[in-house]
Structure formats: structure tokens, C-alpha cells
């Protein structure tokens, strides 16, 4: 089955740190561009970054909101995308989402975990 | 505030058709054919509808349809039923430094 499936959210801290990972299956991981989104309680849909295939360099972009606090990864061994976020305030609270795009789309995401909850509160 | 704009609401009776709205700048949506549209369920990840402006990933029913002009997209749904009750957002490529926008959202509401 083609899926994808976040892990790694919870309760933290203001100031803390957290990390957390997509789990591909189903496709040739490797191949894609991992992207990361956020959508906070009752609000829209945000996007934090990609990390593009090593075929383009493996390299990474990042939104405005996150740039310099949040890190994207990825193991194409272990068909993991990771988020690295450091230093969270409270409106980072949301349910973060991962999605791929760079084969079939071009800045369409057409698969999408189902989300893992990050609540950011002392 | 988001990048790009839709209205917070559209609604249509069974049968009808709606076109919902998603204004962007020339860096976004009047520069790029690039823009997806997703339709959203209450607790539910999003769903592509609508890539590339107008074409639709396999699987998805031809009463949904897209078109731009200018910086404004658009997402049309024909024949509207009541399964089509949800958020639905638009997204559109913008550029090699902001990349990614999303539209806030239009609540579809099925009469």
C-alpha cells in the first residue's frame, strides 16, 4: 500500500525541541521531493519546507516562518523524512503533515499522511 | 494572513455548480501554471483535486474543474452533492524564494 505515516508529535514545552518523521511505503522514496506542512487548530494549511531527491542535490528550502528553526531531513535507506524543530513557541501548535511531490507533480502534493498533533504549551 | 485569497465561504443546492475564487500576485498564480487545489474534510488530511491549474489526478471526478486568468484561479464544482461539504484550498507555486502558498480556505457548504 502507498502511504505515508508522521510520528512524533506530542506535548512540549515553549523553548523545547522535537523531532519528527514520515514513514514511506509503497513507492520509490528516494525518487521524491519530501515536503512538510502545518495546519494550526481551526486554521489553514501552511507550508514549512521540502527537501528535494539526491538525483537534485538533496537540498533544502524552507518557509519564512520556520527558516533557521526548523531542519529537514531524510534517510532514502530507511524511506524516512524527518522535521527537526527547535527553539517552539506556542503558534507552532498544529497538526503537522508531510507530502510528496517532484515525479508525477510539479508542486502538487498528492499523498498525505494523516497528520501528527503538536501541541506547544508550558 | 495568507499568501493567497479565497473566500471564507461559498454554498449551492444539490444539482447546482459553484466556482470558488484564489487571488493571488503576479509572483504566484499569474506566473506559474502551478496552482493545486485540495479538498479538506473536518479531521482529515488534504486531498489533490486539481494540479497544474486545470487537470485532474486519476480518480478524480470530472465535475471538479480548474481555470486561471490572470491571478486568480479558480475551482468550479458541478453537480454538486453533499459529499462535496468541505474546506478546499488552493496552493500555487511561487518562485525560487517564498516557493510554496496556500490560499486560507473557502468552507463549502451544501444546502
Known amino acids: 500500500e502507498v502511504q505515508l505515516v508522521e510520528s512524533g508529535g506530542g506535548l512540549v514545552q515553549p523553548g523545547r525541541s522535537l523531532r519528527l518523521s514520515c514513514t514511506a511505503s509503497?513507492?520509490?522514496?528516494?525518487?521524491?521531493?519530501m515536503n512538510w506542512f502545518r495546519q494550526a487548530p481551526g486554521k489553514g494549511l501552511e507550508w514549512l519546507g521540502f527537501i528535494r531527491s539526491k538525483t537534485y542535490g538533496g537540498t533544502k528550502e524552507y518557509g519564512a516562518s520556520v527558516k533557521g528553526r526548523f531542519t529537514i531531513s531524510r534517510d532514502d535507506s530507511e524511506s524516512i523524512a524527518s522535521l527537526q524543530m527547535k527553539n517552539l513557541k506556542t503558534e507552532d501548535t498544529a497538526v503537522y503533515y508531510c507530502?510528496?511531490?517532484?515525479?508525477?507533480?510539479?508542486?502538487?502534493?498528492?499523498?498525505w499522511g494523516q497528520g501528527t498533533m503538536v501541541t506547544v504549551s508550558s | 494572513q495568507s499568501a493567497l485569497t479565497q473566500p471564507a465561504s461559498v454554498s449551492g443546492s444539490p444539482g447546482q455548480s459553484i466556482t470558488m475564487s484564489c487571488t493571488g500576485t503576479?509572483?504566484?498564480?499569474?506566473?506559474?501554471?502551478?496552482v493545486s487545489w485540495y479538498q479538506q474534510y473536518p479531521g482529515k488530511a488534504p486531498k489533490l483535486m486539481i494540479y497544474e491549474g486545470s487537470k485532474r489526478p486519476p480518480g478524480i471526478s470530472d465535475r471538479f474543474s480548474g481555470s486561471s486568468s490572470g491571478n486568480t484561479a479558480s475551482l468550479t464544482i458541478s453537480g454538486l452533492q453533499a459529499e462535496d461539504e468541505a474546506d478546499y484550498y488552493c496552493?500555487?507555486?511561487?518562485?525560487?524564494?517564498?516557493?510554496?502558498?496556500f490560499g486560507g480556505g473557502t468552507k463549502l457548504t451544501v444546502l
Open positions: 507530502s510528496r511531490d517532484g515525479v508525477d507533480y510539479d508542486t502538487a502534493f498528492d499523498m
Open positions: 509503497g513507492f520509490t522514496f528516494r525518487d521524491y521531493r
Open positions: 503576479s509572483s504566484d498564480v499569474g506566473s506559474y501554471n502551478l
Open positions: 496552493c500555487s507555486y511561487a518562485g525560487t524564494r517564498t516557493f510554496v502558498v
